[in-house]
């Protein structure tokens, strides 16, 4: 029996309750967590602060609840599809939220607080989701139908066609989709994606498809050696290979949908894991370097999905081999032959390993130097002379080629291998003939082997060659990888609907830093040492000193970018374990150095919009706008035939070091945040400028931060 939604759905009181029991009952969650609840004041709560607490919430269990949007016209699919998922049921003073498990059959299926799975229709939930929308035109648009003398079986489908038409760009919002973070622990990652067990089907279906094959002609084989190929034994064999051709799609089908979840799982985690490394982390890697982490990227998903799998094939075929050798007229003495051809084979490799890895480390040597002269190239004219442009590109290349060919040798000796074996299995049945204690079942079956193997060689070949470009790959890939399982600084659910809206009172301590120690790497000189400052609400601060003195390691320190080795940092009484890194970006707004910031190739709106939100309102556009004419970059926008919505960037308008540092200093203003660090904000400009831009800056900005150079 379907039930009422609203019946159905869970109180605010209970949301982290809900939340908790709904990722548990998905399979998110396996090990026992302390879930809290909303505070007893949060009924009255909704938009960003809703959604901060339901996102915090979901960090602090190990989940990701993604906020999700979609426009009127498509909220069927989202109702259908979105799952698990918590929905907040619009119109309702005390905030209700419905826990969506999943859709079957025209009906969704709800996790009720009585911890039972329920149905519900899914047209009443979408109903629920659209009436305010639908309200304000109802009567209008049944009076039209009834005016137009519309059946009233037809007016169900009329109405709903006007409803897309008139309203379907309207948004509807309050639908969180839980899932497992990227940065979880592979093997739940692996277990979510159901990879255990494709695999096994994958392993299984081969197996058995081996199986049937060889019954099948172990059926003809002794039908022929015993005279007697009777129409029943055709009939048999004929049978046992139709049975194969199911159980080969089956393997095919499970690969393909294993490689796709398991690349998809890759891809995510690579992603989570760049944006998860530390500023220094990647500060020492130019765009060339980086690019060579992307194709290694790419390298490691193509190369393991296709040695992975052709790799797995060609070990059970080994060990099918290895066993049909073994009955046959070799005997032992075979299947050792065949153990030690696999360990020959095993060490070319080896030495194939090593003569690609060296190639490799040079091809993406002279791939970041590429990249590195192509963006350089305007200063390589300007300052180098013609007959210096193209120095040392000889030898590497040289040395790039003879590398190549050092590899390709050895990879002709392991083809070589690979289709020798056909020859050593033939030459391990000579015993066989000479000591003629063998029947002619037996040679056949040894035959049979080694025809078998001959073929797992050679794609056992295939695969080494595949899995060893992954295994080089990997050491590009894996700092990545490993970066995505480091904790994010999450702060707790009470902590994260602290209101932006509600700035501190002027004179108020805004932060603190105490006794701060902090050094560039293991053993180094320290670049602060016993650092102290303390800023108030609508303070404005000058901080000057020589270069290298530390003060840009003291800004990313207070943005929140870097951690002290020593000492605390306290924003607004907290630290940055309590406030969390979103709720700390949200509180302090950085412009670093001009060389530590970039201009993105995007529109000029996005590059100033990004820090506030996206995509942005029209009210957004508007205070955009206002501050760059503020800023003095009025003549700009007016010569952009686009003005917001010009793109920039390299392959863009281009700007010059004076309109970068306006822009980045506007981004920073328009993050609205407690307190504005700008570090070398104003050295591009000229002093008129300056002055224009430092007063606009000192008045809009409720603290502020400038670093400057003696």
């Known amino acids: ?64 609840a993604e906020p999700i949007v979609c426009p009127y016209a498509e909220v069927e699919k989202l109702v259908r599809s979105a799952a698990p998922a918590l929905i907040r049921l619009p119109g309702k003073e005390d905030n209700r939220f419905l826990a969506m498990l999943g859709c079957r059959r025209g009906s969704i299926l709800v996790l009720a607080p009585d911890l039972r799975v329920r149905k519900v229709r899914a047209d009443s939930v979408e109903s629920l989701l659209t009436g305010e929308i639908e309200a304000p035109l109802l009567n209008q648009v049944n009076g039209l139908l009834d005016e137009m003398g519309v059946a009233r079986r037809k007016q169900a489908r009329a109405r709903a066609a006007i409803f897309r038409e008139q309203i379907g760009h309207i948004w509807v919002k309050d639908c969180w989709l839980l899932r497992l973070s990227p940065g979880a622990r592979p093997r739940e990652q692996a277990r979510q994606s159901r990879l255990p067990g494709r695999l ?13 094959v060889i019954l099948s002609w172990w059926v003809l084989g002794g039908a022929i050696f015993e005279g007697r190929l009777e129409r029943g034994k055709l009939v048999a064999w004929g049978l046992l290979l139709l049975t194969a051709v199911p159980l080969r799609v089956l393997a095919v089908w499970s690969q393909g949908v294993f490689a796709i979840n398991a690349a998809s799982m890759l891809k995510k985690r690579l992603l989570c894991g760049a944006l998860r490394l530390e500023p220094d982390e990647i500060k020492h890697e130019g765009a060339g370097g980086i690019l060579g982490r992307v194709i290694e990227s790419s390298a490691l998903e193509t190369l393991a999905m296709s040695g992975g799998f052709l790799g797995l094939v060609a070990v059970i075929e080994l060990t099918v081999s290895a066993a049909i050798l073994a009955a046959g007229a070799g005997g032992l003495l075979h299947m050792s032959l065949l153990v030690g051809w696999v360990a020959l084979t095993g060490a070319v490799a080896w030495r194939y390993f090593g003569r690609r890895r060296q190639w490799t480390e040079t091809r993406l040597g002279m791939t970041n130097d590429l990249i590195e ?14 007959v210096q442009w193209h120095e040392g590109e000889d030898q590497v290349l040289d040395r790039y080629l003879s590398q190549s060919y050092s590899m390709d040798r050895v990879a002709v000796v392991q083809s070589a291998l690979a289709r020798g074996w056909l020859v050593a299995g033939v030459a391990g049945l000579i015993p066989a003939f000479i000591w003629a204690g063998s029947s002619p079942a037996q040679i056949a079956i040894s035959l049979g082997g080694i025809a078998l193997a001959s073929r797992a060689f050679i794609k056992l070949v295939a695969s080494l060659s595949s899995l060893l470009g992954v295994a080089i790959a990997w050491q590009k890939v894996a700092p990545l990888f490993q970066a995505a399982g480091r904790r994010k600084k999450i702060a707790p659910p009470s902590t994260a609907i602290l209101s932006r809206e509600s700035p501190p009172d002027k004179g108020e301590l805004l932060l603190e830093a105490s006794d701060i120690v902090y050094r560039y790497g293991v053993g180094g000189e320290p670049v602060l040492r016993g650092c102290n400052l303390k800023i108030r609400a609508g303070d404005r601060l000058l901080l000057e000193g020589d270069s290298g003195g530390g003060k840009s390691t003291l800004a990313s320190m207070i943005s929140g970018l870097r951690e002290p080795e020593r000492g605390l940092i306290l924003l607004g009484g907290l630290d940055h374990n309590t406030i969390g890194d979103e709720g700390w970006r949200r509180r302090v707004a950085s412009s670093p150095q001009f060389h530590e910031n970039h201009v993105l190739t995007g529109t000029f709106a996005f590059n100033l919009l990004m820090g506030k939100r996206w995509p942005p309102k029209e009210e957004d556009f508007r205070e955009a706008e206002e501050v760059c004419r503020e800023l003095g970059l009025g003549g700009l926008l007016d010569r952009m035939p686009s003005r917001l919505l010009q793109m920039v960037g390299e392959t863009g308008w281009q700007l010059s070091h004076g309109e970068r540092s306006r822009l980045f200093m506007a981004r920073s203003l328009l993050q609205d945040a407690d307190l504005v660090v700008l570090d070398e904000s104003f050295a591009a400009l000229d002093p008129e400028t300056m002055g224009q831009c430092l007063g606009y800056v000192l008045g809009r900005a409720r603290s502020l931060l400038v670093i400057a150079h003696v």
Not at 200 to 212: F, G, K, P
Not at 373 to 386: D, K, P, S, W, Y
């Open 200 to 212: 096994a089907t994958i392993l299984l279906a081969h197996m058995l498809q081996y199986a049937l």
């Open 1 to 64: 029996m379907k039930k009422d939604p609203i019946e159905m759905s869970w109180p605010v009181a209970n949301l982290g309750d809900a939340m908790e029991a709904l990722a548990r009952r998905a399979g998110l969650l396996t090990n026992p967590v302390d879930m809290s609840n909303p505070p007893a004041s949060f009924s009255g709560y909704s938009g960003e602060p809703l959604s901060r607490w339901i996102e915090a919430a979901g960090g602090r269990i190990g989940i990701e």
């Open 373 to 386: 002269r192509m963006v350089g190239h305007r200063t390589r004219i300007a300052q180098e002379r013609r």
